[in-house]
């Protein structure tokens, strides 16, 4: 026995100095995870009542946050995807994860020439006349270097950095740990979603996916006919699983709005454009962007005609394809959400295992929403609120335990919604997002609705009438309403619309935190 333990004890010691030698230092960040896990576990079943509720939520987000910090690499994509679920989770994991958000570390210049001459088998010197050694952008995944190219052709040279791809499956694991362990101290099945995430992360750390996923999303484009946006160029022959170089955009972020009206241009005809186009793809083309954070939108003079504005789209790593049958759907509850088809709307989320549809039209539309009242046209009351405020933690628990139903298609449409919605509100509230989401999703549903017979044209006429007219009424509700809140409050209708959603969710706020990410939370 003692023997047994002596040779244990030297080959952990061996291992653990293996690990600190080694660059990728697994064996000390599962031992960061795993003491992370036991200290929530010992916090919320052993520590937790109701006196101190908020000092443990306060405590172990901070602990989650410098697990994170120290972790670094995907853990801050983990700590991103808490910030995200912050609808779900007590007010400190935001407060927490969200800081996460500029705390990604760059690579040394070194370790990018030696990934870049593996990648490509040729010195960089071959490749590139210059190359910026200061990296312009560092994330959780990788970090960006300008370059020129021998043909004079200026790029944006994306490395990801040195040790994604061998901490990958190991942080997967804890990843499934950690979220286990959540799932158990909240009662909310967590892990459900754990395959699709592992998924598309998976995607996101291969460079030549998110080549192809530029590809399609400008093929798209060129189908719809859209010439006001965008997409980088890429250099194929450049492309590699860690090495991605495409054109260099010289453009301003969407959230520069001074600086885009110096140069002349509409800033709500250009949200306009912005919303439309994800819109299209939500509801027409069905490939869509995930991450349409303010970092990946750039404003630009067309080339050619400086009068004329161009939106540039970047960062294709997280892109999914909607299933047809999601898609159509979604579109038919977008529309019935208009017409006040409440038959179809329940018919939909019940369909996708949700029991509220009131609740679930609230989320979606990321305002309060009533049935029987026109979208735009209704107060919130203490009699609304007292009845969330019984309900919502039940309904929240009911809706997540029926994910066999619930649409993985879905949780990347919220993503793509909310922040999209997020870059309206900090630009003003310059555009009726909801319409314009309406007006495409009257189009989906249009273009299933092709397919049927043409003895069904006149039900299908009324329908469109009814539904233009509903978005004319809704469009002219938001008008008076944008007039009335900046001559009355100074305020924008966006603000008006959040202000009033945490009044509908404000009675379990303390312990679920309703509370709207900003643009930055997914800029790792």
């Known amino acids: 026995m003692r023997k047994f333990l002596k040779y244990s004890l030297g080959l952990g010691l061996g291992a653990f100095g293996y690990d600190e030698y080694n660059e990728s230092k697994i064996i000390r960040r599962n031992a960061n995870t795993i003491r992370c896990g036991l200290n929530i576990l010992y916090q919320y079943k052993i520590r937790f009542n109701a006196e101190n509720a908020n000092d443990v939520h306060e405590t172990v987000a901070k602990d989650i946050y410098e697990t994170c910090i120290r972790n670094d ?50 010195k960089i010197e071959e490749i590139f006349d210059e190359f910026d050694e200061i990296p312009i952008a560092s994330a959780s995944i990788a970090q960006v270097h300008k370059a020129k190219l021998k043909n004079g052709d200026v790029v944006a040279v994306k490395v990801q950095k040195p040790n994604i791809k061998k901490q990958f499956g190991s942080d997967m694991f ?16 967590l892990l459900q979603f754990q395959e699709s995430i592992q998924s598309n992360l998976k995607k996101e750390i291969d460079f030549r996916i998110e080549l192809e996923n530029g590809e399609i999303s400008r093929r798209a484009l060129q189908i719809i006919g859209r010439k ?36 002349g241009f509409n800033t709500k005809q250009i949200m306009d454009t912005v919303i439309s186009a994800f819109a299209e793809q939500i509801f027409i083309s069905g490939f869509v962007h995930c991450d349409p954070h303010p970092g990946n939108i750039f404003i630009r003079p067309k080339p050619g005609n400086n009068k004329q504005y161009e939106v540039v789209l970047l960062d294709f790593g997280l892109c999914i394809k909607l299933e047809n049958q999601f898609r159509m759907d979604y579109s038919e509850f977008w529309t019935s959400l208009f017409l006040q088809d409440f ?96 007006r495409y999703a009257q189009q989906g549903t249009q273009q299933f609705n092709d397919i049927l017979e043409s003895q069904k044209f006149n039900r299908k006429y009324h329908s469109s009438i009814m539904f233009e007219l509903r978005l004319w009424v809704s469009g002219l509700v938001y ?19 959040e202000q009033k959603q945490k009044e509908q969710f404000q009675g379990i706020h303390e312990q679920y935190g309703f509370k709207t990410p900003d643009e930055k939370t997914f800029d790792a």
């Open 228 to 263: 006001d946006v965008h997409i980088p160029k890429f250099y194929e022959e450049l492309n590699t699983q860690r090495i991605l170089v495409s054109e260099w955009i010289d453009g301003i972020k969407i959230s520069k709005q001074d600086e885009i009206q110096k140069l």
């Open 479 to 497: 008008s008076l309403l944008s007039i009335w809140l900046k001559w009355k409050k100074n305020q924008k209708v966006e603000d008006f619309l």
């Open 174 to 189: 804890m990843h499934h740990v950690i979220c286990g362990v959540l799932q158990y101290a909240f009662d909310m099945p």
């Open 73 to 122: 690499g995907l853990y801050v994509k983990f700590g991103q995807g808490i910030a995200a679920s912050e609808h779900l989770l007590p007010p400190p994991y935001f407060k927490w994860m969200s800081l996460l958000q500029d705390k990604a570390k760059a690579v040394s210049f070194k370790r990018v020439r030696e990934i870049l001459e593996e990648e490509t088998g040729r």
């Open 343 to 438: 038959t179809k709307l329940k018919q939909i989320v019940t369909k996708w295992g949700i029991g509220n549809e009131e609740m679930f039209a609230s989320m979606q539309l990321m305002k309060p929403y009533q049935m029987k009242q026109p979208v735009h046209c209704h107060q919130v009351t203490k009699e609304d609120v007292m009845k969330l405020q019984l309900k919502m933690k039940d309904e929240i628990r009911e809706m997540m335990k029926q994910t066999d139903l619930f649409p993985k298609d879905l949780l990347f449409v919220n993503r793509n919604m909310n922040l999209v919605r997020s870059v309206n509100k900090r630009c003003g509230s310059l555009v009726n997002r909801i319409n314009i989401m309406a």
